[in-house]
Structures are given as C-alpha cells and as structure tokens.
C-alpha cells in the first residue's frame, strides 16, 4: 500500500449534485436526518477514547467526506514513546502470568462487544477514511472473525508441544511458546479498525503488550477499539497508543519493540525491516501490491464482472489486497467488459453515515494526486478511458469515479506502480500460460483472483500464480476471511504472515526442554568411544527402518 499520510486539509465540497452534463456515477441519496460529524465525534467522545493516552502536545484528524476537523488528539514526543514502552513491558509481564485461556476469553468477550456496539465503530470508520459502510462493515466482519478464531485457538496454539527426542523414551522434548514481550506496531489508514486491532489480538492472546502508533487521521477508530478491548478485560496499560508524525513517532516504536508489526508501503517496510534487523528482533511486514484478476473463457461472465466490482472498488480502491490488473479471455473479453463497465458505471457514490452507498471517498488529497496522475498519464500515452475518469468534487473534495482503464501499456505508471485507488486496467490474454505470465510479471505477489466454472483448473492455476492468497471465483474476501489460513505477501509485498497458526505463533518466542533420562548421550556402561559410536551407528539404521521421524 502506498505510504502513511497525515493530515487532510482539503475544503468542504458541495454534496449531493450530480455534474452538470449528467452524466457519470449516480449519488446515493443521504437518508433524513443522518448522523453528521458533529453528532458522533462529541467532546465527551474524544475524552473518553484519549483517557490514558499521554502526549505532549496535540494534533488535529481531519474527515475526508468534507475536510472539516473532528477532534484534537494528544501528540506524542519520542520520550512519550519511551514512557509508553515503560508501562506497557511492566504490564506485561503481569498479563503473560494470566493463563491463556482467561486471555483468550477476552477476546471473545469483545467480540460480542463489537457486533453489539458496531454502529459507533461504522460511523468513526466512515469519518475517519469516507468509505461506503458496506465496506466499513468488512472491518467489522474481520475483526469478529479474529477475536473468535483465537479466542477459540489460541490455548491449542500456544500450548506446549511433545516431540520426539535424540534416542525416543529415552529423551523427552517438550517445545514451549514465550511472549516476545512488547510488540511495536504501526498500523495504516486504509483498514483503521482490521488493521489495528485485528493485528493486535493475536499478540495479546500470546501474552505480550503492544505499543501501537495508527495513521493520525484514523487514531480515533484504533482508540475505540482499545477502550473496547479495555472494557472486555485487557489490562488497560497492556495496549499503548502513541501519536504523532511518522517519521518522529514510527521509528521510536521500531527501535523499541521485542517485535516490530508493520502495515504500509514497500518503501516504508524495507525501512521497518533493516532497523529491525539491526537489533537483531523479528518483524512481519503487509506491504504493497498491484493485483491481478484473471478471467479465464469459461467463466460465468456476470459474476464474474460483479466479482471485479467488488475487487477493485470497495473501499475505492484503497485496499492492499484489492485488483489492479484485469486480464481476460480475449474470446470474452467483449461480452466480460460490456458487463463489467455497464455496473461499473451504475455504482452510486456516497458519503453519508448509512447504508446505500455503492463507494466512498478517497482518503487524502494525496491520494486523489496519485490517482489523477495515473489516469492523465494513461491516457495521453494512448490508453481509453472505458467509464470515469474524473473526481466528483460535487460529492466531495475528495471523490473520484471509479475508473476502467483499456489499452494500458507498460510505459504507463498504471501498469506496473500501485495506484491504491479505484481504478484498474483491462488486458486481454489467449493462453494460460500467458495469463500466468502476466499476472506473475511485478516484484510484488500479495493476491491474485481466478474466475472459471471448472474448479480444479481454477485452482491449479491458482497454484502457479506467485502470490500469498488466490481467490477463486472471488475477489479478496474469500482469502482474507479465512482465519485458520495464512494471509502475507511474497516479493516486495512483504515478510510474515497474518491469521492461522502463523499469525500468532510470530508473536511467540520458541523455546526446546530436552530432558534425557537414564542414559546420557555420550559413550556409558563400560562401552568407549568407538564401541558407542558403532553402537549409535547400528541404532540411526533402526529408527530410519522403524520409519521413526
């Protein structure tokens, strides 16, 4: 994903009005009396989420959906980091004392806490990033699906293993699993709910303490979540949030944490990695990606189309998961575009606190540069704009069409670079290994889509395709959604995994007991060296014929 940004200061827009040729995305109509910024993010509000947060000074967050300021939050100094990662290694210790399975019960109680209580994370969410609150709730449905899966699993995760000594019966291995301790982690703007809490959980149920900064323009929604989290039983000094610019805050919480736990962009993350490196501590980085979606020419062409929509504009685009590239079938290339274009261009867009919205905004004026130069610059190399093309500053200051690029060519910067908003370009392929090719030729490998109405082809292709997560007959959630499976990148779309066994064993230290009983493992019982060394030889030969592993 592209780099962290930190402040929107874009003018209020005007709302509601479609442009005035008529044409392009409809709006979606705002219901009565919709809840406004004023209404959710009260003083009383900001109070509350900023209770034990310490800062030296203060900065302001900022919607996009209209550029006016919601709160003023307490902005921290590299010796506020130091002070946070003080309380938090003194908590910790205490909490990794606290058996697993009353840690693990935590998160089960937030999870019910977050499906009774959702409308106030839906509306910060909305605020904090402008996305459609369909797409909000995604942030929703992931962070429920965490706090289950290892509020479920952590305690058979974590629990101590048995494994076969050097000589079995005589030498009993046991592996254990240790907190690291404190665990830095800097968490996006993009996803500020999945991102920031999701990632977390699974290193609380391991028993360490994080010291996290968020995105400033989306601290408020990682601050809900852990006066949440609070409520459902975490030691309150356990999670830390500092605040504060990037580049003074973010390598504070690096160069202090026992494990360093990044979200963001590839250039970012190889910074995150080599100061890790340096102190010899691990890290895990989600980084960039510019995804393909592959419709092969027996595809169901509806849904497949209505799979692409979903893959490359919810949360307009600005998902490091999301499809970039779109290579089909030339054989259907024509009916698949008819398809895909026509309910491309019926997306309503919207930015109310409510349901109707098809998509939202961008998130920062950053953003809306980035993608106004992709599209520019296409397009006065040769490529045809198939449907948007343009931002809507009649919605608001930061609304773009979702876009649909034909004839992009590798000279444009649409081709190869992250655009990380809603647009994406068309190519057409006439063989498998082509598509595979193609989808295969950038440094990054984060998620791939395969779309065919035969499911083994679908997934042998699948398998060739060098990324984390392929979906098939989806775009991302399918992948993502699935808990009990890795989710990470390969190239320069990152190091670690998320979810699974792996997302929270990273968080652990391992550590091997080897008790040997009876005899030692060195010559004994009269016999000398070369007597034991025949000896061991002749037993070596027996366990490989006893199959022993």
């Known amino acids: 994903m592209t780099d962290s940004q930190d402040s929107t200061t874009a003018p209020a827009g005007a709302t509601g009005t479609a442009p005035a040729d008529g044409s392009g995305n409809p709006v979606a109509a705002a219901p009565s009396g919709a809840r406004t910024a004023a209404d959710v993010v009260t003083p009383a509000l900001v109070a509350e989420?900023?209770?034990g947060v310490r800062g030296s000074g203060t900065t302001a967050c900022h919607t996009p959906l209209t550029g006016e300021k919601l709160a003023d939050l307490p902005e921290s100094t590299p010796e506020d980091v130091a002070a946070a990662f003080d309380r938090a290694r003194e908590a910790q210790r205490a909490w990794a004392a606290v058996p697993v399975r009353r840690r693990a019960a935590v998160l089960l109680r937030f999870h019910d806490l977050v499906l009774s209580r959702q409308t106030e994370v839906l509306d910060l969410i909305q605020l904090e990033t402008g996305k459609a609150r369909l797409h909000a709730h995604e942030e929703v449905q992931s962070v429920a699906v965490a706090a289950r899966h290892y509020g479920r699993k952590a305690p058979s995760y974590l629990r101590p293993k048995r494994h076969t000594g050097a000589i079995p019966t005589l030498t009993k291995v046991t592996e254990l699993r240790h907190p690291r301790g404190v665990?830095?982690?800097?968490?996006?703007?993009?996803?500020?709910?999945?991102?920031s809490v999701g990632d977390a959980l699974p290193a609380f149920a391991a028993g360490n303490a994080v010291v996290m900064k968020p995105d400033t323009e989306t601290a408020l929604t990682a601050l809900w979540a852990r006066r949440l989290l609070i409520e459902a039983g975490l030691p309150e000094d356990v999670w830390q949030i500092v605040i504060g610019d990037g580049p003074v805050v973010g390598p504070e919480v690096t160069d202090r944490g026992d494990?360093?736990?990044f979200t963001g962009s590839t250039r970012t993350g190889r910074e995150v990695a080599q100061r890790a490196a340096a102190r010899l501590v691990g890290c895990s980085l989600e980084l960039g990606g510019k995804n393909a979606m592959l419709v092969l020419e027996d595809a169901d062409l509806d849904k497949a189309a209505a799979g692409a929509v979903r893959g490359a504009f919810s949360s307009a685009g600005q998902l490091c998961i999301s499809i970039e590239r779109l290579y089909v079938h030339e054989t259907v290339a024509d009916a698949f575009l008819e398809r895909f274009v026509a309910r491309t261009r019926a997306m309503r867009l919207g930015g109310s606190l409510a349901y109707g919205a098809d998509m939202g905004s961008l998130v920062s004026q950053r953003q809306m540069e980035t993608v106004t130069r992709h599209v520019e610059e296409a397009v006065s190399k040769g490529a045809k704009v198939l449907t948007g093309g343009r931002a809507r500053p009649d919605i608001g200051p930061l609304f773009y069409e979702p876009t649909v690029l034909d004839g992009v060519e590798s000279p444009m910067a649409v081709c190869g670079e992250e655009t990380f908003g809603p647009v994406v370009s068309v190519y057409r392929f006439s063989e498998e290994d082509e598509a595979v090719e193609l989808a295969n030729a950038t440094p990054y490998g984060l998620n791939?889509?395969?779309?065919?109405?035969?499911?083994?082809?679908?997934?042998?292709?699948?398998?060739?395709?060098?990324?984390?997560?392929?979906?098939?007959?989806?775009?991302?959630?399918s992948a993502y959604g699935s808990a009990q499976a890795p989710m990470g990148g390969m190239g320069d779309s990152g190091l670690g995994r998320r979810h699974g066994s792996e997302g929270i064993l990273k968080y652990t230290e391992p550590q091997t007991v080897a008790h040997q009983r009876v005899l030692p493992m060195a010559?004994?019982?009269g016999m000398d060296d070369a007597s034991y060394a025949a000896f061991m030889s002749r037993s070596l030969k027996a366990l490989k014929v006893l199959r022993f592993r």
Do not use: C, D, H, K
């Open 49 to 51: 989420l900023t209770r």
């Open 448 to 477: 791939a889509s395969v779309w065919s109405t035969n499911g083994s082809r679908a997934r042998a292709l699948a398998a060739r395709i060098r990324t984390g997560t392929v979906n098939v007959n989806e775009g991302y959630a």
């Open 183 to 195: 665990v830095g982690q800097i968490a996006p703007w993009n996803y500020p709910f999945e991102l």
């Open 259 to 261: 494990y360093v736990s």
């Open 523 to 525: 010559p004994s019982l």
